[in-house]
C-alpha cells in the first residue's frame, strides 16, 4: 500500500498547456493540527488509513510539505454568478496537487484553503474551519447516500486568524475527484473566443472520462447530451433526499456531474419548498423547488459556450431538451416511487407523487422523518388499530384527518401492487436515510471543534457513513433541529 511519501502520481492536468492554469506552490499554514479525516476517502487513493496519524499527514495536507511527485497548480476558469456573467474567477484558493493513479480514471487531489493563487481576487486565499468541516462531512455524507460527489480526506487547522463577518481560524480541506472541471472552464474558453483551448478541454474531458463520445458523428454534442443527462441524474437525487446547494452558479457545476463546492448547502428540515438555505441568496434563485430549472438554466450556458463545437442555437436546445427533462423526470419519478415503496410505475403515480408534496408543504412535515418513518408502517391495518399503528407518521402531522386521508390513498396503491410488508419496508429504509447532514448537527461539530474537541466531527462522520442503517448510538442525529438552532443561518462567506 502507498504511503504519502508513495502515492503514485500522474498529472494529466498538467500536461495541458499552461492556458490552463498557474503552476504555484500552497502557502504554507502555521502549526496545522489534523481535525478529521475519512478512511473511506484515503482508501480511494489507496493510501493507508495508519498514515493519517503520522504528524507528517497534517503537514501534507496543510500545504507545508509537497508530496513527491505531485505538481501543484491552480486552474482558471469563468462563470455565472446568480444569473449574471461574473468574467473571470478560477481557483482563488484552491491548489490542484495532481492526480493519484487508480483503476479509472485516477483521483486528483486538492487543497482547498491553502493560501491566494493569481484567481484569489480580492480575497485571502484561505478557508475557515466552519465551512472547511462543513464540506468535508457533507462531502462524505453524500458518498454514503449514493450521491455522485466530489469527495474529502481530511480537514487540517491551524489557529492563524481569518476575517469573515467575524473574526475565524484557518483551515484546510483536502477535497478527491476524479476532475475538478467545470461548465465555467468552457464558458472561460468561449468568452474569449479561443476555440483551440476550448476544443483540447473538451478533448481532454472526452478522453479521460467519456470516450464512448467520440463514436458519435460529433463528440462535443455527446458530450453536451452526456452532462445534461448526469446533471438532471444528480439534481433528481437532490430533490429526493432533499438537500439543497445553495450556489448552483455555473463556476460550481461539475461537468461530470458531481455535487461540487459545498457552501452554504442545506438539507431540508420542515419542508418547505420554497426554502433558500443560502441567506445571500436574496430572491431564492437557488431554492429548494428552483433547483431542476437553474440546472436547465446552467446547462444552457454550458451549450452556449460549446456551440462552437457543436452548431446552430436550435442544435444545442434540441440536445439539451432531448436529454435533460426527460431524465430528470424518469430519474424523479423512480427516486419518489422507491420512497414510496412502489415497485411498479402505475398511471396516477405522478398525481400521487405530486400530493404527496402537497401533504408535506402544507403541514411542514419533516422531510427526512416522514419518509423514514413511512416506511416502518403496514400496507393493510386494521381500523380499530389505525390511530396507534400509524403514530409515528400522525405524530409529525398537525392536520391528523389529512394525512389519514393520504395514507388511504398510499394504503390503495400499495395494496394494487401486494407486495410483502416486510420486503417493502426493507427496500423502503434502504433509500430513506435515517441520518443526514442537517444544519444543526453540522453546527454542533463546529462549535465542538472550534473548542479543541474534534470528536463530534468524528461521531457525526462515522454515522453519516451509514446515512441508511439503524444506529442507536447516534439516534441523537435523528432529530429535527433543536430549539437553539432556530436561527441558524449560512451564508456564502467561507
Ligand atoms: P465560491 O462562491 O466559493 O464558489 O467562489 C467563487 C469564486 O471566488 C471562486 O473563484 C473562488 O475561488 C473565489 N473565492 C471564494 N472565496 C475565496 C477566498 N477566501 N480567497 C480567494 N478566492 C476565493
Ligand atoms: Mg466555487
Known sequence: MPTL???????????????????LPPAPLPDPY????????????????????????????????????????????SGHQFGVW????????????GEVAAAGSGWEIQLKGAGQTPYSRFADGRAVLRSSIREFLCSEAMAALGIPTTRALCVVGSNAPVRREMMETAAVVTRLAPSFIRFGSFEHWASRNRPDELRQLADYVIDRFRPACRDAANPYAALLADVARRTAA?????????????????????ILGLTLDYGPFGFMDAFDAG???????????????????????????LGHALAALIGEPEDIQAILEESYAPTFEADFMDLLRAKLGLARALPGDEDFVADTFDLLQRQHLDFTQFFRRLGSLPAAVDEALRPAVDAPLRDLAIDRD?????????????????????????????????????NWIAEAAIRAARGGNFSEVEAVL?????????????????????????????????
Open 86 to 97: 461574473a468574467g473571470q474567477l478560477g481557483d482563488g484558493r484552491a491548489h490542484l496537487l
Open 5 to 23: 511519501e508513495t502515492l503514485p502520481f500522474d498529472n494529466a492536468f498538467a500536461r495541458l498547456p499552461e492556458a490552463f492554469y498557474t503552476r
Open 234 to 254: 444528480l439534481i433528481a437525487r437532490w430533490q429526493a433526499v432533499g438537500f439543497m446547494h445553495g450556489v448552483m452558479n455555473t463556476d460550481n457545476m461539475s
Open 34 to 77: 489534523l481535525v478529521a479525516a475519512s478512511p473511506a476517502a484515503a482508501a480511494l487513493i489507496g493510501l493507508d488509513a495508519a498514515e493519517i496519524a503520522r504528524p507528517e499527514f497534517a503537514q501534507a495536507f496543510a500545504g507545508n510539505r509537497l508530496l513527491p511527485g505531485s505538481e501543484p497548480l491552480a486552474a482558471v476558469y
Open 462 to 494: 462515522a454515522c453519516l457513513s451509514q446515512p441508511f442503517a439503524e444506529q442507536p448510538a447516534f439516534e441523537r442525529f435523528a432529530a429535527p433541529p433543536p430549539d437553539w438552532a432556530a436561527g441558524l443561518a449560512v451564508s456564502c462567506s467561507s
Open 402 to 438: 389529512a394525512l389519514d386521508a393520504w395514507l388511504a390513498v398510499w394504503r390503495a396503491r400499495l395494496g394494487a401492487e401486494g407486495r410483502p410488508d416486510a420486503e417493502r419496508q426493507a427496500a423502503m429504509q434502504s433509500v430513506n436515510p435515517k441520518y443526514v447532514l442537517r
Open 275 to 301: 426554502h433558500i438555505c443560502n441567506h445571500s441568496d436574496d430572491h431564492g434563485r437557488y431554492s429548494y423547488r428552483s433547483q431542476p430549472q437553474i440546472g436547465h438554466w446552467n446547462l444552457y450556458a
